[in-house]
């Protein structure tokens, strides 16, 4: 099962939210995902908006935790705005290109979850990306295929969108196939100033998703939490799972097929249906 | 610029091939395709046959030159049909998915070329690929595209006619999209009894591609080369490009635009022509 | 906690005994080592003896689940003797030259543990390696260490005292530093003919280490194992952790502070007491 | 052989250092010496200094022309003091730990040449090394030794001195095992604030060394070079080898047998004597 992690809020060390020692409630969640505890690390992946409009993505199949260069570089990546993502790869080869998140012009997205029948309807989905978006992708997971078809129907002008009609598409041609719950997924994407999350599985029994409480409140809660002095008001953490001994009222489920604008101010929250192109 | 190398006869340790030192004309062809002279190595593949059917492919994107498992594994790799491939990359990334030999079933492929304009009709190629094969491309370049044309063609019933089919195909349809010369190769194929070699571009200036003398006749020619007297008569090497400073008698250029089958025996030659779907 | 695999016997297919699927007693103890349940995989090696006299041998700080190339070879490499083993680092980098097996000449060793107070240690034990082997130590771990020391005291010609002196040493050295327990380990070692096991810690409570029983035995008491049928009679194994739920019988436990010479016939087994320099 | 790069001046993107196309006169050296034209690359590193006083290290072995990450990174690193290196193995493994540069604290090291017969007389060389300092050596490496003695020597307080005093004592050492010239050696090093450059060989016939004419005469002697508008006027460069085709005015060699001091307002040069230890 994939993990993975996003963070918006002031400029932090990437360092910091990824590899920082106990009593950090970020971090013990980040720890456990990048690899001290990791089965089946297929690669991981960091995104992170910086210097430009473009996100830069360091992605590698080498274990996180061994990663040296992935440590030196996070001491010295302040970011306002990061994506952390490790694999398990369903099938696909192990390689930088399977690797999340993905990037296509200032846009990240990353995936847990899978679709079902990928190797069947593959090429019905390829075949659906929008041609002139269609050399831009580099590897062959189902993953990378949704994020194209999402850009296909208009991810950029409108994620919440662009995704339920990439989504019903999918299991519109799933079906054709007898696939009877294609789609299974937990998305993030960005554009650099905010992100969207989404929840949902074909089957109505989707991976787990969480999102962080107000740092205020975190900070009441648990004086004894430093790192959460260095966080600032804006700060917004949505992970795939949390550890099972995470602080009480930390983290709180982001519903069943729902989808979420995680953005400094309000949210925006709303059901997740997709729209099938019948 | 890739550099390839396909070797047939008598079983023989690929440590033999591949590294053993100066006065073999084999390896010092070898020698400068594997890297101690290399620019732009992005990768390199060695395919062979041994235990079973399938061939095995060892790949990998670190130089071949420093590559000590390579060295490891090839003093106890002992084959009587052997393809070494070092990538020159046009585009795509360098991962082992897009490393030469590229393999189906018990046939292995390596080509020195490219597709012109390949970003915009790789859309076209794919689709054109057999449905049922499309699933087992996994890499991102042209040379596994027309190899997976040529398998959609016949390549496993008729080598020369399914390359043709599919080089025809692909002049077609780079014509629409107003590409002059869409093809250059040179190609080698082996279904491991035999291997197919083949030499062609749509501007009739092909890379170079040359075939080795009658080991007797070498050894007649050249008594101090050592490495001869381990060859046996059924000795037969193809390689993308011999020293400059090779040795007289030793290579013979395969003539543009022809294909030749490589086999014990008298190989057979044919000219090579594409042919075209419509 | 490093794993590792040590076998001999008839000439096997090293894919049946790394990879094969459910069913095998031996590939079910390999499986978990090679990494579907593995934490921390900092590496893995294979070592065997084929070609020539000197062992090849293939590690790679990938995983090896993922590890392609190691799924081919292991299809091609037919040997009489093999060593596996993963590795979980102790703080030394994760790199090529600090996996396991370590090679000298024709000996291979790999080794489950490590050597308390190492880093201070470590220029006293370096020291103590015989200067003309100095050169030899490729990488920087506590096992390569002890390996070079154990050849430095003889291993060569009489592995059970040069263990044992190396052992003594270490412990010497340590004890100097105020390093109550110096000594932790499961190690074997081999000359391609026969290997050698060594159980010990100066704690008096080491690792664990089984020893396979008699194949006969195995296939009366499970007759439904395919992979028994394939291996003769001189099939021996010696794993440092059998899965839990395994076979009844198949594994006998090599006990604490012991050593012993596995071959064809009769193993000799000793007490092991190291043999301090003073 | 190796080569190298330094910069420090104003903070400056590494993107446009290390990669940025042509009509750079700094890129056009970075680009032969990050692979294009590479013989050899056996690995690179890049080091550099911001957050914290502690400068990053990003090393590896895959040739820097293919690494993504490294493109991707070096487009959010913004630096005011940076060391490149692609390194030619003189013998060493290729591993990241025997890349350069090397890392000590906040001191940063790089070096091209070698200490000849460095296999036979590296176990002297290593326990020269203050034993304190011993555990920290990671690598196998003539040049990460080299650094070690001139930590051990005082670099840190009179890099100078420091460096002097270890060619003076490996020069020492080599001449007692018949090595005529062990040394040769260019070299940078630096502790965030400035750094201090070395040339200088026992055979008195040393690899090139170049250090930048000033910013300014720069601008006036090239108007058609952009990247000169971007570089400041604290802007100092130093490179091992800067192309044939380079820039007239541009370059200007560091003299054989000398060392400078490199940093805001005047540099300070020194003729450069071994100080041997009797």
Chains 1, 2, 3, 4 share one sequence.
Not at 3 to 25: Q, T
Not at 113 to 119: A, K, S
Not at 141 to 157: I, P, Q, V, Y
């Amino acid at each position: 099962m994939c993990r993975w992690m996003a963070y918006s809020g002031e400029p932090i060390l990437a360092e910091d939210l990824l590899f920082r020692p106990a009593h950090s409630l970020i971090v013990q969640s980040l720890h456990s995902h990048l690899g001290a505890t990791t089965t089946n690390g297929d690669g991981f992946g960091v995104g992170w908006y910086g210097e430009g409009s473009e996100p830069a993505v360091y992605k590698s199949v080498e274990p996180a935790w061994n990663d040296r260069n992935l440590r030196e570089i996070t001491g010295q990546m302040r970011t306002p705005l990061l994506f952390a993502h490790v694999r398990a790869s369903t099938g696909t080869p192990v390689q930088r290109s399977n690797c999340h998140p993905f990037r296509h012009g200032h846009w990240l997205w990353m995936h847990n979850g899978l679709l079902h029948g990928f190797q069947e309807i593959k090429r019905d989905l390829l075949m659906a990306v929008d041609p002139p978006l269609f050399p831009d992708i580099e590897g062959s997971t189902d993953s990378e295929a949704l994020f194209f078809l999402a850009l296909t129907f208009g991810l950029e002008n409108d994620p919440f969108s662009g995704v339920a009609r990439a989504v019903g598409f999918v299991e519109d041609v799933g079906r054709t196939y007898g696939i009877d719950h294609p789609v299974q997924m937990t998305v993030a994407t960005s554009d650099g100033e905010s992100f969207w999350i989404f929840r949902y599985s074909s089957e109505g029994r989707t991976r787990s998703l969480f999102y962080s409480s107000e740092i205020s409140k975190l900070r009441a809660l648990h004086p004894e939490v430093r790192v959460l002095r260095h966080l600032g008001e804006q700060t917004r953490f949505v992970v795939s799972e949390p550890l099972l001994r995470d602080l009480a009222g930390a983290w709180n489920e982001v519903p069943e097929s729902s989808a979420r604008l995680v953005r400094a101010g309000a949210d925006e929250i709303r059901p997740f249906q997709p729209i099938s192109p019948t």
